[in-house]
């Protein structure tokens, strides 16, 4: 899309360097988490790179994209001023790392150093949730998108500490006066960071996008579906968390089912926007239709797993095998398909906006090349595709390596495209962006609490 849309107070973005730099770092860690899973399905790892591989994409990735949005998006969308500017920069820092020294701790057997990598990574996210919740506290009453960003902020203050938990558990008996097990503590941690922190945050995100995206208007059962996903997102989080944690069944298949009906509610929601577009196909269209599939795949594929044992291991992701159905088919392609609007919506909103009526400008989808976009598009569908039937079929191992390097390429295509659009157009580039030299024209919530004293 190539316009602003209505309502949005685009004279609440922060400084144009803190939301890009979460992205710029986000892609980085992207590019070694694809590439090293690469390296994982064709050779085993020394110590638990695995898990190191899993985190980089989840938390270096997906989390840090997470983090970078809703600090660009809560003051535009909510219309207030971000809380500290300070700390939405101090975030990010101590998230990577707190990252980096997890994972090479994994990666290398020292899990002495675990609990201080993720002490880092603790400070980090309980950083960003008091930063986002000190600014969504003046945008109350909160409406429906804000409602999700508020209780994924909660999933992610909970999940911080059950991983520091997880952490220093590997080197020390911390759990052992717990009245629960580490295994429950893990199935906890995963829950509530893959379908509350991240889900939720699809959700709330997702359908405010789509409309936008589509041009097109919710009807009255997508407004029915929403409020029953909404519902049922957050109880189902909640119950299945909780029941998953002191192993409790019942209440963890209760919350499982919730779960699946409210991600499929989303999924009917926005098929129907995608079905109803009045516009032509996009970067954030075309990606969406996958993650729309792929999240009813997953939610169909999930409902006998989960009913089965809603509280084993084996159902970490949902059904086993569909790992790649929901970390690639809706969290990957959901984060690629809207920065391919939000980083040169940023760009273009610093750097051309003041000069319409003065010269001529390039509209938004004019910052990146279209090229690259098809391509990346096409081989992280494609190796999407082989990861995910190669997962659901137990096909050779060497399937999924082909699969795996598509993705990788497909990535780095989209990674390129960003970082050549950054160059190009953003102003200073991207050694501006790194040393966070970006315009810092509107003061944050601190400064405008001083003046006002």
Not at 30 to 43: E, K, Q, R
Not at 88 to 102: C, K, S
Not at 402 to 408: F, H
Request: proline share 4%; charged share 10%.
């Amino acid at each position: 899309m190539s316009t602003i849309p209505d309502g949005l107070r685009t004279d609440r973005t922060p400084p144009i360097s803190i939301p890009l730099q979460h992205f710029l770092v986000g892609l980085c860690f992207l590019v070694v988490g694809i590439g090293a899973g690469t390296i994982l399905s064709v050779t085993a790892l020394p110590g638990l790179a695995d898990v190191a591989q899993l985190h980089l994409l989840l938390v270096g990735w997906i989390a840090l994209t997470i983090m970078g949005a809703m600090t660009q998006f809560v003051p535009v969308w909510s219309g207030v001023a971000l809380h500290s500017k300070r700390l939405a920069t101090a975030q990010l820092w101590l998230v990577v790392g707190g990252l980096v020294g997890f994972a090479a701790a994994l990666a290398t057997g020292s899990v002495s150093l675990l609990p201080i990598a993720a002490g880092l990574l603790l400070a980090g996210v309980w950083l960003f949730v008091y930063t986002i919740g000190r600014t969504l506290l003046r945008a109350r009453p909160l409406d429906r998108t804000e409602r999700h960003f508020a209780f994924a902020l909660f999933c992610f203050a909970a999940l911080a500490p059950l991983g520091t938990l997880l952490a220093a558990s590997f080197s020390t008996s911390v759990l052992e006066s717990l009245p629960v097990t580490r295994g429950g503590i893990l199935l906890a941690h995963a829950t509530v960071a893959l379908y509350g922190a991240v889900l939720v945050t699809i959700a709330g995100a997702l359908s405010q996008l789509a409309t936008m995206f589509t041009q097109t208007e919710y009807a009255t059962i997508d407004r029915h579906l929403l409020g029953l996903e909404e519902l049922a997102l957050y109880g189902g989080v909640a119950a299945l968390a909780v029941g998953r944690g002191v192993g409790l069944e019942s209440l963890a298949r209760a919350g499982a089912l919730a779960v699946l009906v409210g991600a499929a509610a989303l999924g009917l929601v926005i098929a129907r926007a995608l079905f109803r577009s009045t516009v032509e196909r996009s970067p954030m269209t075309a990606r969406y239709w996958v993650v729309v599939g792929s999240l009813l795949a997953w939610a169909v594929l999930a409902v006998p797993a989960w009913w089965r044992d809603p509280t084993g291991q084996a159902g970490l992701f949902g059904a086993p095998g569909t790992t790649d159905l929901l970390v690639l088919g809706v969290f990957g392609f959901v984060v690629v398909g809207t920065l391919y609007h939000v980083i040169p919506f940023i760009v273009w909103l610093e750097h051309y906006s003041d000069r319409i009526g003065l010269e001529p400008v390039p509209t938004i989808d004019d910052l990146y090349s279209s090229r690259l976009e098809r391509a990346d598009f096409g081989l992280t569908l494609a190796g999407f595709l082989v990861l995910a039937v190669a997962g659901l079929l137990s096909l050779p191992t060497w399937l999924a390596a082909v699969g795996g390097a598509l993705a990788s390429v497909g990535f780095a295509l989209f990674a390129a495209n960003m970082v050549w659009t950054l160059r190009r157009h953003g102003p200073g580039g991207v050694g501006d962006v790194v040393r966070g030299t970006g315009s810092d024209s509107e003061p944050d919530a601190t400064e405008v609490d001083r003046v006002g004293d």
